[in-house]
Each structure stands twice: as structure tokens, then as C-alpha cells.
């Protein structure tokens, strides 16, 4: 197992009696301080299998719930998350602190990091999830049969959801957010480098569940029992209905491979853009600026740029990126045709096959659309891809024979997001090709079941 990414420091605020049993998964500050590497590893199944017990108990509660009662849930999550910013800020500054400490990168860094107006997103995006159609009992399809059986089948919530993410406070509020508005309870693991912040807004979620009648153990934690606890979850088959990994290959490879629990893969984001022959110069520059810098440790953003050899924009292009501190790695053909004055390193294998999630970027040449798609094929994650032209013919074929869950044309890879795509927040962008596919909001935290209704049909 990976145990830089799915271990955890030791933690406090854990008392004796929440690590028995039947104890709150909530951490507390009374009471002596228990870390989880104290427990055997007997009473840490034991407490993490109780944990996903009642988080079972709450989610059949919440399966119940109409869609007025989450929404009031979901309203009252974000005056609360709202009232409570100086402590949330309070603890990301320790858990910014701690990072920097230990060396974490400055990519990695602005990914653990809250403000104000972060806060604020998540309260609007919270606001957004209260005003989108309840995904459980939509008809996805129904019929009457000749024999005169009426058909319906309907979406209804997984159960109980948990999600294994590192260093990714916001995760902890979208993913909440989303399993309560379509009707399932969640057990989190956050990791150790934003464990201060994750507690506290843990309990925000809870205290505000509460507050409209809804059960607290519909969201819990599981950092409290580190890595140790993460093991447990990801074979908690039967306690758990699905298990949504979100974070880097490493992270993301190893929860699939050790998951005894249905995994939903969310991807590593290898991601590509193509710059066609035909596309404008000042309109390749900004998108190009916005997928590499705006936000250059999410998956979403491109790490390779693929530039056709019929076009003349790469001089703006790699003198853009560079005064804006992005170190290239290119090839050959793409060195030479570098202006003056623009450093690059060489690229090998290695870096076409990198989610560098940080300022840097593979350059490679290409002759032809064929040929660009065709390094999409060898070295893509699946996660997005997309072209710059002014070809329509190109653009299509560039749809048609990529295969990857987002494929965009003449724009930014960054809208490969459940808040940007009208999904109100995303559990994760998915990679896989079974159940879901892309960011995944609302309707892929539910599965369905069929409903018939007879009048005392027997089958001959």
C-alpha cells in the first residue's frame, strides 16, 4: 500500500470513548486524547465497521426524505459553514502550516487552501445542489406490459457512499453536500494534511443535520483511525456500497486494488490539448493560459499540448506560458521551433505520461490530426481532451475518435467540472466506463431499482 498517500499522522482530539464501538465519530474536545496507531487492529475494525453501521441506520432515514427536507439541510449546511469562517480559516491556517513544514509543493498547498471566497463557493454551490430536481424516484423509463403489468424504473440513493481524497477540504463539503441531496449517508477519509480543517467542518455538517431533524450519522469520518481506518473501509463489503477514491494515481491505484468495496475510479488527469493548424492565435494563448494556470494542481488541467506543424501560434504561445512561469518540456521538433530567449527541457516518455499538477508542460509535434489522436491514444487517462481549430471537419473527427469521459473544442480543459457543467458540485470525474462517466453529480450517487405493479398477474 502507498502509505505516504492513504496514512495518516497521528491524530488527537479522539477520545477513549469514541474509539470503542459505539462511540461518536464525531471528534471531540473533551476527554483524553486517543490516537488511532494506540487501538489494536481488532478495535479499529471494530470501531470503523460500527461507524459504517450507523452511517447504514442514517441512510435509510435519508433514503426517505423528501426533496423540502434536504434542501433545508442543504441551506442550513452553508449558514453554517457561513457563521463558522474564522474557525474553518483557523484550522486550514494549521493544516497550511504543517504542509509547509513538511515541503509539501506550493500546487499542492493552494489545493488545501480556504478563504473567504473559497468558503463562499462552497456555500453558493451548496445554494446550487437546494435548487437542482432530486434525483430519487425519477422514472428513467416505463412501460405497460401487454399483460397488463405497469413498469417503472426508478433512481433510488446507493446507501451508504464513502470517499477516500487527500489534502482537499472542499471535497469534504461537495461530497456531503451531494450524498444528502440524493439521499445517502457518507463516511470520509481526508487524510492527515488537512485533518484540522476536515474536523471542523465535519462537525459543522453534523450540528447542521441535526438542526432540521436530519441524523448526524449520515456524515462521519474515519481519520480519526488513519490509515489503519482507511484499510478497514476499503474492506467494509457489505457495510459499504461504494467507495469513491479522489486524489492522485498513487492514491486512486491503490484504493483499487485493495478495495473489497465497489470503487467508482475517478481519474488521474493526464490531460491534452491539440493545437490544430487553423486555430486563432489570441484565442489559443487565453485558453491555454486558463488550463495551465489558473488551477495547475486539479486533475483538469492540460499537462501536454500537442501543436500541429502547419501552425504559426506557437511563438505567442510558449512566450505566454513562459512569462507566466511555465517550464516546458518539449520535443525535438518543437525546440527548434522555439523563439529566442525560451528555456525548455527535453521531454522523454516520462513526461508524456505525467500529471505533472504543477507549472509544467509537455510540447510535442505533431503532422497531422491522426497523429495527435493517436498520441491521445497511447498516453491519455481518459479524463479530458480537447482542440483548438477553426476546421468544423476537424472538430468532429476530434469528437468522434477520442475516447475520453470530457472532450471539449475551443475551450478551456478546466470546464471538465460538476459546478461548471450545471451539476451544482461533483463527487469526482470519473474515468471509467461503467455506471458513470465524467463528473459525477447527483444522479450518479443513485442507482435504480424496477417497480411492478400487477393486478394478480402469474406467469405462465
Not at 498517500?5 to 479522539?14: K, Q
Not at 405497460?144 to 433510488?156: K, S
Not at 493526464?270 to 486539479?298: C, W
Request: glycine share 8%; with cysteine.
Amino acid at each position: 500500500m502507498t502509505e505516504a498517500l492513504i496514512h495518516s499522522a497521528e491524530h488527537s482530539g479522539t477520545t477513549a470513548a469514541q474509539a470503542q464501538p459505539g462511540g461518536s465519530a464525531e471528534p471531540a474536545s473533551a476527554g483524553a486524547p486517543v490516537s488511532g496507531s494506540e487501538l489494536s487492529a481488532a478495535e479499529v475494525e471494530a470501531a470503523v465497521h460500527a461507524i459504517a453501521d450507523r452511517a447504514r441506520h442514517a441512510a435509510r432515514r435519508m433514503a426517505t426524505a423528501n426533496r423540502a427536507w434536504k434542501d433545508r439541510a442543504l441551506r442550513a449546511v452553508g449558514a453554517a459553514l457561513q457563521e463558522n469562517v474564522p474557525a474553518i480559516l483557523a484550522a486550514n491556517a494549521m493544516d497550511l502550516q504543517r504542509g509547509k513544514d513538511n515541503g509539501t509543493s506550493a500546487a499542492l498547498l493552494d489545493r488545501l487552501t480556504l478563504t473567504d471566497a473559497r468558503v463562499a463557493a462552497l456555500v453558493g454551490a451548496l445554494e446550487n445542489l437546494a435548487n437542482l430536481p432530486d434525483p430519487v424516484g425519477n422514472v428513467v423509463r416505463g412501460q405497460t406490459l401487454p399483460n397488463g403489468l405497469r413498469l417503472r424504473q426508478v433512481n433510488v440513493p446507493m446507501g451508504v457512499v464513502a470517499a477516500i481524497y487527500e489534502a482537499r477540504p472542499n471535497v469534504t463539503v461537495d461530497i456531503a453536500g451531494l450524498a444528502l441531496k440524493s439521499g445517502n449517508a457518507v463516511i470520509l477519509r481526508g487524510g492527515s494534511a488537512a485533518e484540522a480543517t476536515n474536523q471542523v467542518l465535519v462537525r459543522i455538517l453534523r450540528e447542521a443535520l441535526e438542526s432540521v431533524g436530519l441524523p448526524a450519522d449520515a456524515v462521519q469520518t474515519v481519520d480519526q483511525y488513519g490509515r489503519a481506518g482507511a484499510n478497514v473501509l476499503m474492506k467494509a463489503r457489505g457495510r459499504v456500497d461504494v467507495l469513491i477514491p479522489r486524489g492522485g494515481r498513487d492514491l486512486i491505484q491503490t484504493v483499487v486494488t485493495n478495495s473489497a468495496v465497489p470503487v467508482i475510479e475517478t481519474g488521474e488527469g493526464n490531460v491534452h490539448i491539440f493545437l490544430d493548424e487553423s486555430a486563432d492565435e489570441d484565442m489559443a494563448v487565453e485558453i491555454l493560459l486558463n488550463a495551465k494556470t489558473q488551477r495547475p494542481g486539479v486533475c483538469n488541467t492540460v499537462e501536454t499540448l500537442l501543436v500541429h506543424s502547419g501552425s504559426t501560434v506557437l511563438p505567442a504561445v510558449a512566450t505566454a506560458l513562459r512569462d507566466a512561469g511555465v517550464r516546458l518540456h518539449v520535443d525535438a521538433r518543437i525546440s527548434a521551433a522555439l523563439p529566442a530567449g525560451i528555456d525548455a527541457q527535453p521531454a522523454t516518455d516520462t513526461d508524456w505520461a505525467t500529471e505533472y499538477m504543477d507549472l509544467d508542460l509537455a510540447v510535442a509535434m505533431v503532422d497531422s490530426l491522426d497523429e495527435a489522436v493517436q498520441h491521445i491514444r497511447t498516453w491519455s487517462t481518459g479524463h479530458t481532451e480537447a482542440i483548438l481549430t477553426n476546421s468544423l471537419a476537424n472538430a468532429e473527427r476530434f469528437i468522434a475518435e477520442v475516447d475520453s469521459a470530457a472532450v471539449i473544442v475551443n475551450a478551456s480543459t478546466r470546464f471538465t467540472d460538476g459546478g461548471e457543467l450545471g451539476l451544482g458540485a461533483e463527487v469526482g470525474i470519473s474515468t471509467q466506463k461503467l455506471h458513470a462517466r465524467g463528473p459525477m453529480g447527483l444522479t450518479e450517487l443513485t442507482t435504480t431499482k424496477w417497480i411492478v405493479q400487477g393486478e394478480g398477474q402469474v406467469r405462465a
